[in-house]
């Protein structure tokens, strides 16, 4: 009997996967990841640990707070500070879900680790690499925070719930009567619940961001921001100046605090550039590749053409001009629906 170590955070997915899991026969356990001190903690390993009770299932609980404050939290915290907007939901994946868990997993003598995540994955015999895929429910595709994820993560991954709609995920949960099947789901970062990033990080670092010039893109000042990590590339609303029309952030320079003002025409681009390239479908022999790419999380899927630049960089060269392509943020391509890789936007044009 095949083992696997299940990812659990009490919510209504992670339950549901260990349900799928023991059905198919695994003999499963359930760990939860302690992350971030925060209300709430010790409730989601309670309820975590009471849906493993009622499967009949071990639960551990993993305390991997340096892991994430190191690799997640300081991260992120660097990225602001450097101008980026960074979504830290993909490093925790690549540290921590899919790099600590397994870990440990694997040292337990587990087969696999298996997550509530939405995408499926598959081996490709011809070119013997792990595959990742969109799932059935493509409104709750979420590959996009999974590119940076390597062959060996990949192999010792399950995705139970790639076939089914949240809908039936949801039908599961009461089934088995579980409390979190009617849940609302929660759009914030985890270690950041209220959305306020600038409030989370001016605290973290100990002191307020310092105030700097807003100009346009001709370099005349137009008025004073609060600290250029309050805004990013496309943001409209919250700019507390009034220029007698709609003004938007075209970009920022750090290291002079300044925030770039502009029409919205100025936020779309048709060219942009990716560092830290991770391939998964495919791996990169110098040619141009015709794909589709994401910029963000929500964003549909555009046709482009994929340039290699070097082993990490490329060009991503769109049919149409694209919105806010934000530095930090991932551009993740594909090829219909399988994940080919991904890279970290870095400048665009």
Request: glycine share 10%; net charge negative.
């Given at each position: 009997?095949?083992?696997?170590?299940?990812?659990?955070?009490?919510?209504?997915?992670?339950?549901?996967?260990?349900?799928i899991?023991?059905?198919?026969?695994?003999?499963v356990?359930?760990?939860?990841?302690?992350?971030?001190?925060?209300?709430?903690?010790?409730?989601?390993?309670?309820?975590?640990?009471?849906?493993?009770d009622?499967?009949?299932?071990?639960?551990?609980?993993y305390?991997?707070?340096?892991?994430?404050?190191t690799?997640?939290?300081e991260?992120?915290?660097?990225?602001?500070?450097?101008g980026?907007?960074?979504?830290?939901?993909?490093?925790c994946?690549?540290?921590?879900?899919?790099?600590?868990l397994?870990?440990?997993?694997?040292?337990?003598?587990?087969d696999?680790?298996?997550?509530?995540?939405?995408?499926?994955?598959?081996?490709?015999?011809?070119?013997?690499?792990?595959?990742?895929?969109?799932?059935?429910?493509?409104?709750?595709?979420?590959?996009?925070?999974?590119?940076?994820?390597?062959q060996?993560?990949?192999?010792?991954?399950?995705?139970?719930?790639?076939r089914?709609?949240?809908?039936?995920?949801?039908?599961?949960?009461?089934?088995y009567a579980?409390?979190?099947?009617?849940?609302?789901?929660?759009?914030?970062?985890?270690?950041?619940?209220?959305?306020?990033?600038?409030?989370?990080?001016?605290?973290?670092?100990?002191?307020?961001?310092?105030t700097?010039?807003?100009?346009?893109?001709c370099?005349?000042?137009?008025?004073?921001?609060?600290?250029?990590?309050?805004?990013?590339?496309?943001?409209?609303?919250?700019?507390?100046i009034?220029?007698?029309k709609?003004?938007?952030v075209?970009?920022?320079?750090?290291?002079?605090?300044t925030?770039?003002?502009?029409?919205?025409?100025h936020?779309?681009?048709k060219?942009v550039?990716?560092?830290?390239?991770?391939?998964?479908?495919a791996?990169?022999?110098?040619?141009?590749l015709?794909?589709?790419?994401?910029?963000?999380?929500s964003?549909?899927d555009?046709?482009?053409?994929?340039?290699?630049?070097?082993?990490?960089?490329?060009?991503?060269?769109?049919e149409?001009?694209?919105?806010?392509?934000t530095?930090?943020?991932?551009?993740?391509?594909?090829?219909?629906?399988a994940?080919?890789?991904?890279?970290?936007?870095i400048r665009?044009?």
């Amino acid at each position: 009997m095949k083992k696997v170590t299940a990812a659990m955070s009490g919510g209504v997915d992670s339950s549901v996967s260990a349900v799928i899991l023991k059905d198919m026969g695994y003999e499963v356990c359930g760990a939860t990841l302690r992350l971030y001190e925060r209300d709430g903690v010790s409730a989601e390993v309670a309820a975590a640990k009471e849906v493993c009770d009622r499967l009949g299932i071990a639960h551990k609980v993993y305390d991997m707070r340096s892991t994430f404050k190191t690799e997640v939290i300081e991260r992120f915290a660097r990225g602001y500070a450097l101008g980026l907007t960074p979504n830290p939901c993909i490093e925790c994946n690549k540290y921590l879900k899919f790099g600590a868990l397994l870990d440990e997993a694997l040292k337990d003598g587990c087969d696999f680790i298996a997550t509530g995540h939405y995408s499926d994955i598959g081996f490709d015999v011809g070119s013997g690499r792990y595959l990742l895929y969109r799932p059935a429910d493509r409104k709750k595709d979420q590959t996009y925070v999974l590119w940076r994820l390597s062959q060996h993560q990949l192999s010792h991954m399950l995705m139970p719930l790639s076939r089914l709609t949240k809908d039936e995920v949801r039908e599961i949960a009461e089934k088995y009567a579980f409390s979190s099947a009617s849940a609302k789901e929660s759009q914030d970062i985890c270690f950041v619940p209220d959305g306020d990033y600038a409030a989370f990080l001016e605290e973290y670092r100990g002191e307020p961001f310092k105030t700097g010039d807003y100009t346009d893109i001709c370099g005349k000042v137009l008025g004073r921001h609060l600290g250029h990590q309050h805004y990013t590339i496309g943001q409209r609303k919250g700019l507390g100046i009034a220029l007698g029309k709609p003004q938007f952030v075209i970009s920022k320079d750090p290291v002079t605090n300044t925030v770039i003002l502009g029409d919205e025409e100025h936020i779309y681009k048709k060219r942009v550039y990716i560092n830290n390239v991770n391939f998964i479908g495919a791996v990169s022999d110098g040619r141009d590749l015709t794909c589709t790419a994401r910029l963000r999380y929500s964003a549909r899927d555009e046709k482009c053409v994929f340039h290699p630049l070097s082993e990490t960089e490329a060009l991503l060269e769109f049919e149409n001009p694209q919105r806010g392509p934000t530095p930090g943020q991932s551009a993740v391509f594909y090829d219909g629906d399988a994940v080919l890789g991904g890279g970290y936007i870095i400048r665009s044009e």
